[in-house]
T-cell receptor
Framework: GQNIDQPTEMTATEGAIVQINCTYQ??????LFWYQQHAGEAPTFLSY????GLEEKGRFSSFLSRSKGYSYLLLKELQMKDSASYLC???????????FGAGTTVTVRA | DAGVTQSPTHLIKTRGQHVTLRCSPI?????VSWYQQVLGQGPQFIFQ???????GRGNFPDRFSARQFPNYSSELNVNALLLGDSALYLC??????????????FGSGTRLTVV
């Protein structure tokens, strides 16, 4: 199975930058996903990394290092609406499911 | 366009009862996956169906079962409910079930409370 670790909580100020780290152990790697989930709502897709490097999408960027089993999600120019839980998920090779971490709750303060 | 729709949105059941949760995928999507999310944790995989066939099953007891219909909608059934089954049940739809697919879209879920 997969072992996925991410911090439980992070707090940052509006306009600042926050980096959410995710480490994973998996027998055969086939992609890492980041989802945003507001309380009581569906997880929404943010990014997908399968090769090493940085993927940038507006204010959000995601980085992957397969050799280190490490990813981070970078949130820039934080807005109040970015307060949410951020889920890191890994898919193993020859597997159809996503294995999720417990999520990181980000609180943005004025 | 309608996204992934789940029903009901909330449900309260008594221990020992049976429950059926329903999911309609995005139009054109042929794969449906079910996840259980307990408060404070990430979603845990229960089942995936593609073209009406089970493609994967998570580490859940046989009390959990599912099926997919010809129109690609799906039902998740849970028998003999336990207090620990209280959770948000999420349905995710995708165009296909291929190993290189990454287009999973989640519904808003069904909040099940077992008392």
């Amino acid at each position: 199975g997969q072992n996925i670790d991410q911090p439980t909580e992070m707090t940052a100020t509006e306009g600042a930058i926050v980096q959410i780290n995710c480490t994973y152990q998996t027998s055969g790697f086939n992609g890492l996903f980041w989802y945003q989930q507001h309380a009581g709502e569906a997880p929404t897709f943010l990014s997908y990394n399968v090769l090493d490097g940085l993927e940038e999408k507006g204010r959000f960027s995601s980085f992957l290092s397969r050799s280190k089993g490490y990813s981070y999600l970078l949130l820039k120019e934080l807005q109040m609406k970015d307060s949410a839980s951020y889920l890191c998920a890994v898919r193993a090779f020859n597997d159809y499911k996503l294995s999720f971490g417990a999520g990181t709750t980000v609180t943005v303060r004025a | 366009d309608a996204g992934v729709t789940q029903s009901p949105t909330h449900l309260i059941k008594t221990r020992g009862q049976h429950v059926t949760l329903r999911c309609s995928p995005i139009s054109g999507h042929k794969s449906v996956s079910w996840y259980q999310q307990v408060l404070g944790q990430g979603p845990q995989f229960i089942f995936q169906y593609y073209e009406k066939e089970e493609r994967g099953r998570g580490n859940f007891p046989d009390r959990f079962s599912a099926r997919q219909f010809p129109n690609y909608s799906s039902e998740l059934n849970v028998n003999a409910l336990l207090l620990g089954d209280s959770a948000l049940y999420l349905c995710a739809s995708s165009l296909e079930a291929g190993l290189y697919n990454y287009g999973y879209t989640f519904g808003s879920g069904t909040r099940l409370t077992v008392v």
